[in-house]
């Protein structure tokens, strides 16, 4: 999953002679992952990919992480934060690290300038657009993007985001491994299944390709085991006159995301979109609430016994979270080994609620989330102790 495309111009037959109007052969690159053993893509460049006249070191921009010790459940607050040069942020480089750990890691960035040309080859990327408008060009064409939109991006995509409106907020969630579906909404063909909260429908991917007539000198970061390296190519990388394939970006929307309801409190599980290496993503959308006569309408207290729970809140009332200094932009971590839930009255205060309008962004991580500098400088300590409503930062 995705399902095969076919976007600009492609031979009948693969690995044969393909040809320009000048009479050139056009450059094959098969994108593919698992070895040669699962999805690909097929693209044909008018110039060599392989074409690379400089190779540099360069600092990466991710920062250290520090454990969550002493455990405790935490706050942040994306919109307190801020840039040293806000109207020069880009969507990569400008990227501030919340969390992580080895198998994710969580930034965020207020993109106000395109950015450079990106390439990840540790593992794909899922970005969430918060608010604003940009477009994600790509080696397989452009994506025009806004509010709510998840981007999928397939391992070692180039890419460049350039905003189209004053200011993008990005939530990215970049893995150490491979981001889809989860498996249980697939058929053994990798077609969704009727009981699946979206479906190809839903689904959109680049349209044409996207030639850039460049010749000089051009600079790709690529992020690799490593580290970060700057390489510079004799040509511009989007120079792909057609491709075609199962392995590509492609664009979700939150707003279409149907979500799965009960007469009593469903968990978590049935809000799930994505699935990456040990680490799963839900949508909280708005919904009917439960429609047993006693049902009590909000998350139950609960433990996470195997994964730490990290929420961000992107949009409508959260009810679970009134009083606890929750807003629009603020993110709560729940951590493996400490019992959370609804803030005190909450429960009560939900009896006979029909409906909710609550949109959120959760990952569950199954091992450890520990904290970026983002994090840290943004954290509401209040929040710790609101279900007691004292504690060492209470006032």
């Not at 200094?325 to 009896?351: C, K, M, N, Q, R």
């Amino acid at each position: 999953m995705p399902y095969y495309r076919r976007v600009g111009e492609i031979p009948r037959k693969r690995h044969t002679q393909f040809r320009s109007p000048a009479g050139a052969l056009y450059a094959e690159e098969l994108m593919g992952v698992e070895g040669f053993s699962s999805d690909s893509a097929l693209l044909y460049h008018r110039h060599l990919p392989t074409a690379i006249v400089n190779s540099e070191v360069m600092e990466d921009f991710r920062g250290e992480l520090v454990p969550n010790h002493p455990l405790k459940p935490r706050a942040f607050k994306t919109q307190d934060l801020t840039w040293t040069s806000p109207t020069e942020v880009n969507g990569v480089t400008g990227r501030r690290t919340l969390f992580g750990n080895n198998d994710v890691v969580i930034s965020f960035a207020v993109a106000t300038t395109p950015s450079p040309l990106y390439r990840n080859a540790v593992g794909d990327e899922l970005i969430y657009v918060q608010s604003g408008s940009g477009t994600f060009e790509t080696i397989y064409g452009s994506l025009a993007v806004g509010e709510g939109d998840y981007i999928v991006l397939p391992t070692s995509t180039t890419y460049r985001v350039v905003p189209t409106s004053e200011e993008l907020r990005l939530y990215a969630m970049e893995a150490t491994g491979h981001i889809a579906p989860p498996k249980r909404y697939l058929s053994t063909k990798g077609q969704f299944l009727e009981h699946a909260p979206y479906c190809e429908r839903d689904l959109r991917g680049p349209g044409e390709p996207m030639l850039v007539d460049d010749e000089g000198d051009v600079e790709v970061i690529v992020r690799h085991r490593a580290g970060l390296t700057r390489l510079t190519y004799d040509h511009h990388p989007f120079d792909v006159v057609g491709w075609d394939g199962c392995l590509y970006p492609w664009v979700f929307n939150i707003h279409d995301f149907e979500p799965i309801t009960g007469r009593i409190h469903q968990p978590p599980p049935v809000h799930q979109t994505f699935e990456g290496p040990n680490f799963v993503v839900c949508s909280f959308c708005p919904r009917k609430l439960d429609y047993h006569p006693e049902a009590v309408p909000i998350p139950y207290n609960h433990a996470n016994v195997d994964s730490d729970e990290l929420m961000f809140y992107v949009a409508g009332e959260y009810g679970a979270r009134k009083g606890s200094g929750i807003d629009i932009g603020s993110l709560s971590l729940h951590p493996s080994g400490v019992t959370h839930g609804p803030a005190p009255g909450a429960a009560e205060a939900s009896l006979g609620a029909q409906e909710s309008n609550e949109m959120a962004v959760m990952v569950d991580t199954f091992r450890p989330l520990h904290l970026g500098e983002a994090a840290l400088g943004s954290e509401d300590k209040r929040y710790t102790w609101s279900w007691a409503r004292r504690g060492p930062d209470w006032v």
